[in-house]
């Protein structure tokens, strides 16, 4: 007999059957690597690779990036269109036209009923550019509901708000090169070694050159409060005091940058009366940080000849999201830290292509960050695409959070997903069950049949995935990159640039509009229309040649600046020249101090913080915290599917202290029943000191799970949920019970 090891194949290296690398843009989160897929002869796909010649990446990528190209053929995969008169009911397989057709009558039929803005569109962060340009034109143009919004507003919904009340507009101003300038850095709520892993990479690198110390501020001991100088273990949600109270001490000891306050900001004076009120020594018993480190961080942020701040969900998921983003703003502005090399205020984007939906897909908006609003955008817009103004509603509908409860009181009866899965995702479940359950009309449009979502719904488009589809996708620090079209798309599944085109002919009747047939055909239209005079996001410089030549473009890129690069390329003996440096698009915003507002400064906002989360009492003892994983992707759709990805974390399960659990009597892997006010959840325990005494932390990627606990308060600028801060109680139960119902769950 043979044992163990001698039984296991030898490892091959694959590599060695490459005939073809193609190039291609990793649609998990938003670091942006690039990813050459190897095909063989026959054209089958054998490896991955990250480009060693990307900026982002250098040849690295992360496990989810490496094992992407098995999503082509993995299990659970629409093959064809689905249809039935009644959610629950078996689907009938149904041809393209019969599915686009009955979705486009719906549609109709609701509007005419009910109103046109009683039927909603819920997209993503997580199609091509193209693709969210297409369909914010379709929706915008023809289908003409306002209720339209992605899943960007459980995600980056308060970087965009406060961003655009600081500085007038969207638009992170920094890039990962920043930090190989800095000489300090602060991460609030955000865990780059496992959500951002070539970011963290990147700022490694900077780190192994030239030591410069890391502040990092999270309830939890993450991975890179782990590494940190300096960790914070703030109270949850209460981020804006700390700011605040940093900004005191800055002001106080005259450690402000006065030229560039004087310069380039408004506002100064209400900052300054209302940080007064934030002494570290009544701040400390707010935030829970020492007096002391307070002002010990506050002096070395203002002291630093250049200083960065980055964050993610810490910040944005929460009732504070937008308030905590100025703040950070803020901190930045009277310190003199944008727009310089090392000095900036990064929101590390969350979805891969989270950036393109904000810029194009008219969610919020109309495409180039152009606003509803405003009457000249409205004009601009409506001219382009060849149709009446008054088409166009003069203010934004309902953000996606807003969009549910719609559903649940009848406001809203049907609904288009594309790409999202809210049974998952959203906050507070069982009320998204109730809400999913009263539509009349429900379309989902995922690469999977077996998505939760697609239990409630009368007809399911199969969407071809990733690099079965061709266009670009915009990361963290807006560099625009792009996929090629590596194979076909599987089965009978579609590009969703393609369904989005098929809708578009049966809507017609409404509105005649041209929808290029190509997704290059789209990128065209979107640089014509960046390229109006003083336009922040100008795109018109790139085209695909240029962003593979350049392997991601930064924006803005105009015109001119490419055609000044055009002839320096010409000119250029250098190889390494010609091949890395042409087209490299703009790394910074906002470099001569001159920002989006109407007078061209920047904002200073007070903000006084109020205490309205949900907290910790005698019922619900804990914070319920939640967030992800390195190896899985949101709601495992994907990642769930890929072995060497799931098997690292099959099963649903929560970080414990050691010491609550030993009051508790509760032992390491061991099932407890998580309990909130709104339902309950069966975990497995792992003990770890990354909690502290009064903290769960459950990642949120398994369904049945921390969304069925959660609450989600909404941010009254950003409506995005506070999926941080909650609270919750144990209770022990019956184990082979608990196995049993994970068992159960897992099987999808
Ligand atoms: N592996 C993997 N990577 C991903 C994703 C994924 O699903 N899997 N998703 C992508 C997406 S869409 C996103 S949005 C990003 C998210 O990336 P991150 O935001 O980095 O990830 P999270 O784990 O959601 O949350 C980060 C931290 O916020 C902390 N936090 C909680 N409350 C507070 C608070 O009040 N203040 C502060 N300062 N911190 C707090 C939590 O303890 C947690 O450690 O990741 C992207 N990358
Ligand atoms: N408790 C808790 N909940 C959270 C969070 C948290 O930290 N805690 N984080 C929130 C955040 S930041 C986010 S971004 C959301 C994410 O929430 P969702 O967007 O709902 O989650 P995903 O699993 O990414 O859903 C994307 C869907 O798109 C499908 N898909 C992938 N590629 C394509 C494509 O090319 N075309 C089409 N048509 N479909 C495609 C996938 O199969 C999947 O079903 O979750 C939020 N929910
Ligand atoms: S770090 Fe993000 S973009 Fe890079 S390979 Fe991993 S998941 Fe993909
Ligand atoms: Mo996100």
Known sequence: MIFGRQRRKPISIPTKEVKEWKYTTCNYCSTGCAIEIGLSESGRIVTSRGHAGADVNRGKLCIKGLLEHELFESPGRGKMPLMRDKAHLPFAPASWDAALDKTAAKIKEIQAKYGRDSFAVVSTGQLLTEEFYTLGKLVRGQIGTNNYDGNTTLCMASAVSGYKRSFGSDGPPGCYEDFEHTHCLMAFGSNLPEQHPIIYWRLKEALEKRKFPLIVVDPRVTMLAQFADIHLPITPGTDVVLVNSMMHVILKEGLEDCEYIEKHTQGIEALQALVADYDPVHAQHICGIDEDRIRTVARLYAKAPAAMSIWTMGI????????????????????????????????????????????????????????????????????????????????RGLAQTDIFPAIETGEIKGLWL????????????????????????????????????????????????????????????????????????????????????????????????????????????????????GRMLDISGMSYDRIEAARGIQWPYSQAQAQ???????????????????????????????????????????????????????????????????????????????????????????????????ELGVEHQTYVRVVSRRGDAVVMVQLTQRVGRDMLFIPFHFHDCVNRLTLGLLDPYSRQPAFKQNAARIEKIDQAEAARLNLERRAF
């Open 418 to 533: 594309v790409a999202t899965n809210p049974m998952t995702s959203m906050p507070n479940q069982p009320r998204i069950r109730k809400a999913m359950e009263n539509l009349e009309f429900l379309v989902v449009q995922d690469v999977y049949e077996d998505v939760e979502t697609n239990k409630y719904s009368h007809v399911f488009l199969p969407a071809a995935v990733w690099a079965e589809k061709e266009g670009c996708h915009t990361n963290t620090e807006r560099r625009v990159n792009l996929t090629r079209n590596v194979l076909p798309a599987y089965a009978d599944s579609k590009p969703d640039f393609w369904i989005f085109n098929q809708m578009a002919k049966r809507f017609e009747d409404r509105n005649q509009i041209h929808f290029p047939e190509t997704a290059e055909g789209a990128f065209n239209e979107m640089r014509e229309l960046s390229s109006d005079a």
């Open 316 to 395: 944005n998921q929460s009732t504070h999201g937008s308030d905590g983003v100025v703040d950070i703003n803020n901190l930045n502005l009277i310190t003199g830290n944008i727009g310089k090399p090392g000095g900036t205020s990064l929101s590390i984007t969350g979805q891969c292509n989270a950036m393109g939906t904000r810029e194009w897909s008219s969610c919020s908006g109309l495409p180039g960050y152009r606003l509803l609003e405003k009457e000249k955008d409205r004009k601009r817009v409506a001219d382009f695409w060849g149709i009446d103004e008054s088409f166009f509603p003069p203010a």
């Open 564 to 662: 000044a690069d055009s002839q320096a390329i010409g000119q250029s003996e250098d190889f390494d020249m010609a091949l890395r440096l042409p087209f490299k698009g703009n790394p910074r915003l906002y470099t001569d101090g001159v920002f989006q507002t109407p007078s061209g400064r920047a904002n200073l906002i007070p903000l006084r913080f109020i205490d309205n989360n949900e907290r910790p009492d005698t019922e619900y003892p804990f914070w319920l915290n939640s967030g992800r994983v390195v190896e899985h992707f949101h709601t495992r759709t994907r990642t769930g599917k890929i072995g060497n990805c799931n098997k690292f974390s099959p099963t649903p399960y929560m970080e414990m202290n050691p010491d609550a659990a030993a």
